[in-house]
């Protein structure tokens, strides 16, 4: 019995195994089939089965050497389906799966005349073309492999995510723990970041589609947050929001880094009777604008604004705060406005600072918006609550556990899927039981796409949400029906409403 039908190399160009510690074969990809026929397909296959005894050792000697990290050769000879012996360069890496380990081994074919001593091209001459394949190769393989990390990765700070603000939500303002909760939630978000970065480098798409409209003034209340628990220093917070807001496309973990940034450097600079004042604003912008450094050309924007009651930036000091490494403070690297300049002109808008000895530090943050206005009421926690029915699909258990326990825990009533296809059966038996499906873009067999277009078939009127921490919507009218991972139970929860109202 193969131990991973969705064997994650299973579409790549070169021959993959999976191996058993026994130096058993478990799976094996098409191209290994391709090149090394039958012996490779069997629910069993033997390493040894390949290995040419002209090795100088044995697959189950190779296979120690791996789990003890010792050295093992670079190229082995293996057997080709005709009978042929060809040399591969190996490139193996252990895993763990249900507690029993296992090798994937990926075997790149050697240049021509590359086998056992033979001499590869003199120094100065030009690679074969073999060898650049089999860089290129090893690339898209570092990039499967990290496609297929973030998606793990993000499946389980979900699962982190969504159980502990779910019992920080629940627990009193006072409780003994609620300090270690939320010490986890920042770094579960920061981890999320991390995979987001994962992500979006092994990404082979980078156009607009990875900016996704959402709503800033949700970011903003929930970056404030962050700053305002227990054991946080003392400010008086004050939030004025816009209440219709324009909407705005924007990387929700890069902009919130930037407001972080933004924010750190304001709680910073205060001391005592410490004030800072967020504020967003709608802005038409007619003729070209100057505002400092930041200049704006005709069109509509969402302004973000901080201001703190801080000792200000001296004159001569404004000028350089955007240098990487520049500090006024110490024992620091720099203010990280570098990097909030970068997040903010990669997302087509412009920040500016300005200040005064004695009277504070704004700084501004406009960023590309269209006239159409998203809906900013904030919910509060009784409101999060529902009746409704929901199929929530996902191929991971951890999901699915979150999700309903969230879901349920404000009275929704939950049932769940490990697949497309049980779903799908599920939905036919009684299409009119299910207000809302929630799935998984990424699943085996049959992706979230696809079931949604077969639960349309049985129900137009279908509403459906999607979860991806890699897929994206595939336009801007996916975008209200989808929430990335990883995400909070409040977002969850807050998405759901949107969706259903």
């Given at each position: 019995?193969?131990?991973?039908?969705?064997?994650?190399?299973?579409?790549?160009?070169?021959?993959?195994?999976?191996?058993?510690?026994?130096?058993?074969?478990?799976?094996?990809?098409?191209?290994?089939?391709?090149?090394?026929?039958?012996?490779?397909?069997?629910?069993?296959?033997?390493?040894?089965?390949?290995?040419?005894?002209?090795?100088?050792?044995?697959?189950?000697?190779?296979?120690?050497?791996?789990?003890?990290?010792?050295?093992?050769?670079?190229?082995?000879?293996?057997?080709?389906?005709?009978?042929?012996?060809?040399?591969?360069?190996?490139?193996?890496?252990?895993?763990?799966?249900?507690?029993?380990?296992?090798?994937?081994?990926?075997?790149?074919?050697?240049?021509?005349?590359?086998?056992?001593?033979?001499?590869?091209?003199?120094?100065?001459?030009?690679?074969?073309?073999?060898?650049v394949v089999a860089q290129k190769q090893k690339l898209d393989c570092a990039l499967q492999m990290i496609r297929?990390?973030?998606?793990?990765?993000?499946?389980?700070?979900?699962?982190?995510?969504?159980?502990?603000?779910?019992?920080?939500?629940?627990?009193?303002?006072?409780?003994?723990?609620?300090?270690?909760?939320?010490?986890?939630?920042?770094?579960?978000?920061?981890?999320?970041?991390?995979?987001?970065?994962?992500?979006?480098?092994?990404?082979?798409?980078?156009?607009?589609?990875?900016?996704?409209?959402?709503?800033?003034?949700?970011?903003?209340?929930?970056?404030?947050?962050?700053?305002?628990?227990?054991?946080?220093?003392?400010?008086?917070?004050?939030?004025?929001?816009?209440?219709?807001?324009?909407?705005?496309?924007?990387?929700?973990?890069?902009?919130?880094?930037?407001?972080?940034?933004?924010?750190?450097?304001?709680?910073?600079?205060?001391?005592?009777?410490?004030?800072?004042?967020?504020?967003?604003?709608?802005?038409?912008?007619?003729?070209?604008?100057?505002?400092?450094?930041?200049?704006?050309?005709?069109?509509?924007?969402?302004?973000?604004?901080?201001?703190?009651?801080?000792?200000?930036?001296?004159?001569?000091?404004?000028?350089?705060?955007?240098?990487?490494?520049?500090?006024?403070?110490?024992?620091?690297?720099?203010?990280?406005?570098?990097?909030?300049?970068?997040?903010?002109?990669?997302?087509?808008?412009?920040?500016?600072?300005?200040?005064?000895?004695?009277?504070?530090?704004?700084?501004?943050?406009?960023?590309?918006?269209?006239?159409?206005?998203?809906?900013?009421?904030?919910?509060?926690?009784?409101?999060?609550?529902?009746?409704?029915?929901?199929?929530?699909?996902?191929?991971?258990?951890?999901?699915?556990?979150?999700?309903?326990?969230?879901?349920?825990?404000?009275?929704?009533?939950?049932?769940?899927?490990?697949?497309?296809?049980?779903?799908?059966?599920?939905?036919?038996?009684?299409?009119?039981?299910?207000?809302?499906?929630?799935?998984?873009?990424?699943?085996?067999?049959?992706?979230?796409?696809?079931?949604?277009?077969?639960?349309?078939?049985?129900?137009?009127?279908?509403?459906?949400?999607?979860?991806?921490?890699?897929?994206?919507?595939?336009?801007?009218?996916?975008?209200?029906?989808?929430?990335?991972?990883?995400?909070?139970?409040?977002?969850?929860?807050?998405?759901?409403?949107?969706?259903?109202?």
């Amino acid at each position: 019995m193969k131990v991973k039908p969705d064997f994650i190399l299973e579409q790549a160009p070169w021959p993959a195994l999976l191996v058993e510690d026994t130096a058993t074969v478990r799976n094996a990809n098409q191209a290994a089939v391709r090149a090394f026929g039958s012996v490779v397909e069997g629910d069993s296959s033997l390493l040894s089965n390949l290995w040419a005894p002209e090795n100088p050792i044995n697959p189950e000697q190779f296979l120690v050497c791996l789990d003890r990290s010792a050295p093992v050769p670079d190229t082995l000879l293996l057997k080709v389906r005709g009978g042929a012996t060809i040399p591969f360069r190996s490139h193996p890496c252990a895993v763990n799966r249900d507690g029993r380990k296992y090798f994937i081994l990926q075997l790149f074919r050697e240049p021509s005349g590359s086998a056992s001593g033979s001499p590869g091209p003199a120094k100065g001459e030009a690679q074969p073309v073999e060898a650049v394949v089999a860089q290129k190769q090893k690339l898209d393989c570092a990039l499967q492999m990290i496609r297929s990390v973030v998606l793990d990765f993000n499946n389980a700070l979900t699962s982190i995510l969504g159980h502990t603000s779910l019992m920080l939500h629940k627990m009193e303002a006072g409780h003994p723990w609620r300090n270690s909760l939320v010490e986890v939630e920042k770094s579960a978000e920061r981890a999320a970041e991390i995979a987001h970065d994962l992500a979006a480098f092994s990404r082979q798409d980078k156009d607009s589609r990875s900016l996704t409209a959402g709503n800033l003034n949700e970011l903003l209340r929930s970056t404030v947050e962050l700053f305002q628990g227990p054991g946080s220093p003392t400010v008086q917070w004050d939030l004025k929001l816009e209440s219709q807001l324009y909407a705005v496309r924007f990387d929700e973990a890069k902009m919130q880094q930037a407001i972080v940034k933004v924010l750190e450097n304001a709680v910073e600079a205060v001391g005592k009777d410490a004030r800072i004042a967020v504020r967003s604003c709608n802005l038409d912008v007619t003729e070209e604008r100057r505002d400092g450094t930041a200049t704006l050309n005709p069109g509509y924007y969402v302004s973000i604004e901080t201001w703190d009651n801080g000792p200000g930036i001296a004159p001569d000091v404004l000028p350089r705060i955007f240098e990487p490494f520049f500090t006024t403070k110490p024992n620091r690297r720099g203010l990280g406005l570098a990097w909030v300049y970068g997040i903010v002109t990669n997302h087509g808008g412009s920040v500016t600072v300005s200040s005064q000895l004695g009277q504070g530090t704004t700084v501004r943050i406009y960023l590309p918006a269209t006239r159409r206005y998203v809906t900013d009421r904030p919910v509060k926690g009784d409101e999060l609550s529902g009746d409704q029915s929901i199929l929530l699909v996902d191929d991971e258990v951890l999901m699915l556990t979150m999700g309903q326990m969230v879901l349920s825990a404000f009275g929704y009533r939950v049932l769940t899927a490990s697949s497309a296809e049980e779903a799908l059966e599920m939905f036919s038996q009684t299409p009119d039981k299910f207000d809302l499906v929630i799935t998984d873009l990424v699943m085996p067999s049959m992706s979230g796409r696809e079931l949604i277009e077969q639960l349309r078939r049985l129900a137009p009127r279908v509403r459906t949400l999607c979860c991806s921490g890699y897929a994206r919507p595939a336009g801007p009218d996916e975008d209200e029906t989808y929430l990335e991972k990883p995400f909070t139970s409040q977002q969850l929860l807050r998405k759901v409403k949107q969706v259903l109202s």
